[in-house]
């Protein structure tokens, strides 16, 4: 199926989940999730450039074709994930959110092409006296965004930006080809390991500051609220003084059964339970995935399948496993996956009013096992 893309109002949707773990690599099809905050631009790439200012000695004005051929071209396999997946399961098991109701399937892993973006600040010579609490932002100009405001932007922290293996790309490809206008044509940036909504899509400035980006998206949205924030009004003393989201936590996810969902045991009285697993940040990759079928008494370790492309930190883990279940109404698989840094998920994690970096255990509720 063919999405249409002009768009007056911003395209949320994402796939089934059992379509999304169907193949490792996501296709630039219906399977990639799209959030937006505006229209979507149609962009031509011969007339697009991004431009480098802010904090640096040489501002830079790039060309597609500049970006594509004055930098060394890096390739990475990364999970893109919006803060908001598993929304849905926060204000189901925890207590109702602000936001848009995402089940879980607002996450994709693809191969992502461009430069580096630390080789671009290189270029540009950064001027600031500390990176600490110095900022990249990015930001797109080319169409409003809801509310009012009239750009969409984010930042990163420069030490982000600048740490060797971070990989911080912009983007001018997806998965071997040129990025879809959904996604970002003709650039975006990808903060691998970082909640997606600092990944700027139809990128038009690179800024080198001394603070985080001033757009509302960084300032008053995606940010992890403490429990005080208990509506709009309470929030608002929160606001600046709770950092803004960055690291997604780890967290899996069951695709395989669905909650709600009649399975059929087999003779043995098994089933099979599969899904997909993200590190923290940059601590991947997911080393290990386990399950229950007794509210977490006791837990099988799944088998993580190792893609040919090979396993990186930056990537989703995607697992399976045959586990024994007993027969009867309302029962539960659960999920728990730990990378390489040691993080593991836990049970439930702390509410936030806006419901985002929701990584309680993967689960699948409510199963009739007949
Ligand atoms: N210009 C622009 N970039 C954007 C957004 C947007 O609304 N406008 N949404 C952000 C958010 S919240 C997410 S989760 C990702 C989604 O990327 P996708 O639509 O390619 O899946 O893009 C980010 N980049
Ligand atoms: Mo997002």
New binding site residues.
């Given amino acids: 199926m063919k999405t249409e893309y002009s768009v007056e109002e ?1 395209l949320n949707r994402e796939p089934g989940i059992k379509d999304l773990v169907s193949s490792y690599i996501t296709p630039n099809d219906d399977t ?7 229209p979507i631009p149609h962009l031509k790439a011969k007339d697009h450039k991004v431009k480098v200012d802010g904090n640096v000695k040489n501002p830079l004005e790039l060309s597609i074709e500049d970006l594509k051929t004055r930098f060394p071209q890096h390739e990475i396999i990364s999970a ?1 994930q ?2 908001g997946n598993r929304r849905h399961v926060m204000r189901t098991l925890l207590k109702e959110v602000n936001g848009l109701d995402w089940f879980e399937g ?1 996450v ?1 892993n693809c191969k992502w092409r461009g430069p580096k973006l630390r080789d671009i600040l290189n270029k540009a010579g950064i001027d600031v006296k500390s990176a600490k609490g110095s900022h990249v932002a990015f930001a ?1 100009y080319k169409v409003p ?1 809801q509310g009012g405001e009239s750009w ?1 932007g984010g930042s990163i922290e420069l030490e982000r930006a600048m740490r060797d293996g971070a990989d911080v790309l912009v983007a001018l490809e997806m998965n071997g080809k040129p990025l879809p206008v ?3 044509y003709p650039v ?1 940036i990808v903060v691998p390991g970082v909640s ?2 600092r ?4 990128l038009d400035r690179i800024t080198v500051q001394l603070e985080e980006s001033k757009n509302v ?1 960084q300032r008053y949205d995606y940010k992890i609220l403490p429990p005080e924030a208990t509506d709009k009004e309470a929030a608002k003393k929160y606001w600046d003084v709770t950092p803004a989201l960055q690291d997604m936590p780890v967290n899996s996810v069951i695709a395989i059964p669905e909650t709600g969902e009649t399975v059929k045991p087999s003779a043995s009285g098994t089933i099979e339970v599969k899904g997909y697993a993200l590190p923290h940040g940059d601590q991947g990759p997911v080393v290990k995935v386990e399950v229950s079928t007794d509210d977490g008494r006791t837990w099988k370790k799944a088998e993580i399948l190792v893609p040919k492309e090979g396993q990186t930190k930056w990537a989703w883990a995607l697992w399976k496993v045959t586990v024994p279940i007993n027969k009867g109404q309302k029962r539960q698989v659960l999920s728990r996956a730990t990378d390489r840094g040691g993080n593991v998920q836990t049970d439930k994690p702390q509410w936030n009013l806006r419901g985002v970096a929701y990584n309680g255990f993967g689960e699948a509720r409510d199963l009739s096992v007949v």
């Fill in positions: 911003p990639s999730y799209d959030r937006n905050h505006g893109l919006c803060a607002a994709m797109c965004v969409y959904n996604h970002g975006r997606g909504c990944s700027v899509k139809w998206y």
